[in-house]
C-alpha cells in the first residue's frame, strides 16, 4: 500500500495516489485502513467532494454514523446536487428513525441521480424505498438493505 510504503521508504513519496488506494482497502472490506488513505487523498485534493463521500462510506461501514452524516451533510453543503450524499443520507436517516428527513434526501437523490447503468441498481432501491415510506404499494417493492457501492 502507498502509504506504507511511504512511511517506511519504499515506492515513490511524490507520487501516492493515495484514493485508488482507498478504493481498493474498501473493496477489500479494510474501513480503517481505507479511512486513512482516504483522509491523506483528501489533504492533497484540498476537499474534494468525491473523496469526502467515501469518507462517509468508511463511516458508515465502521458503524460510526454520527460521522457519517456529518460528512454528508457536509459534501452537500459544498455541492447540493451530489447523488450519492443523498442517497447516503437517506438510509441513515431512515435508519435512525428519521423517515421525514430520509424522503426528503430520497427525492433529492431521485431528482439529481446519474443516468447511467451503474447508477441503476441505486435508484431502483431508492424509488422503491421511497414509495414505501409513502405508502405507496403499486410502486413499492420489499426494500433491501442499501447497495454496497455508493457513487
Request: hydrophobic share 40%.
Amino acid at each position: 500500500m502507498a502509504f506504507w510504503n511511504k512511511l517506511f521508504g519504499g515506492g515513490n513519496p511524490r507520487h501516492v495516489d493515495y484514493y485508488n488506494e482507498g478504493l481498493e482497502l474498501l473493496a477489500d472490506k479494510n474501513f480503517h485502513e481505507a479511512l486513512t488513505s482516504f483522509r491523506l487523498a483528501l489533504k492533497q485534493s484540498g476537499g474534494d467532494t468525491v473523496i469526502l463521500q467515501q469518507i462517509a462510506i468508511c463511516y458508515t461501514r465502521i458503524g460510526m454514523m454520527e460521522e457519517a452524516a456529518k460528512t454528508y451533510r457536509h459534501v452537500l453543503h459544498r455541492d447540493a446536487s451530489a447523488a450519492g450524499a443523498h442517497y447516503g443520507l437517506a438510509f441513515i436517516l431512515l435508519n435512525s428513525g428519521d423517515p421525514e428527513g430520509a424522503i426528503q434526501h430520497f427525492e433529492f437523490f431521485l431528482a439529481c441521480a446519474p443516468d447511467d447503468p451503474e447508477a441503476d441498481s441505486h435508484v431502483t432501491h431508492a424509488r422503491a424505498t421511497l414509495a414505501g415510506l409513502l405508502g405507496d404499494p403499486s410502486d413499492s417493492l420489499p426494500a433491501p438493505p442499501p447497495p454496497d457501492e455508493l457513487f
